[in-house]
């Protein structure tokens, strides 16, 4: 069975920063795309970052590049997203996603399996 466990979230004054997880389980990560998602209320589900292939190919959303960072450490099977420079408009449910193939162009359909979601607030 596998599993995505997102931890690491919280809120954050604008600024400041946060380190996202994400545990995966049942799969050998080494294998796989994946990346982080946000869904923020009344919006479509957007890619974050990817890598979007299990070759390390990266991807970044344009509003996040030069403040997120993607890494992966495939024998922890173990995801991060380091987000520095937060802002209100980067609060979201952010959910770590995997797929056996490819995450094209860090697209949420191109994903199979899905983590839970876990909430990051900015604000003051």
């Keep these: 069975q596998v599993q995505l466990v997102e ?3 919280g809120m954050v004054q604008p600024g400041g920063s946060l380190r996202l997880s994400c545990k995966v389980s049942g799969i050998d ?3 796989y795309a994946v990346g982080w998602f946000r869904q923020a209320p009344g919006k479509e589900r957007e890619g974050v970052s990817c890598f979007t292939t299990s070759d390390g190919d990266t991807y970044y959303a344009e509003s996040v590049t030069g403040r997120f960072t993607i890494s992966r450490d495939n024998a ?3 995801v991060y997203l380091q987000m520095n420079n937060l802002k209100p408009e980067d609060t979201a ?3 770590c ?4 193939v490819d995450i ?3 697209l949420p359909r191109f994903a199979v399996h899905w983590g839970q979601g876990i909430q990051v607030t900015v604000s003051s």
């Design 7 to 9: 931890s690491g979230g």
């Design 29 to 31: 990560l080494d294998d």
């Design 76 to 78: 922890r099977n173990m």
């Design 93 to 95: 449910v952010y959910y």
């Design 97 to 100: 996603a995997a797929d056996p």
């Design 104 to 106: 094209v162009r860090c």
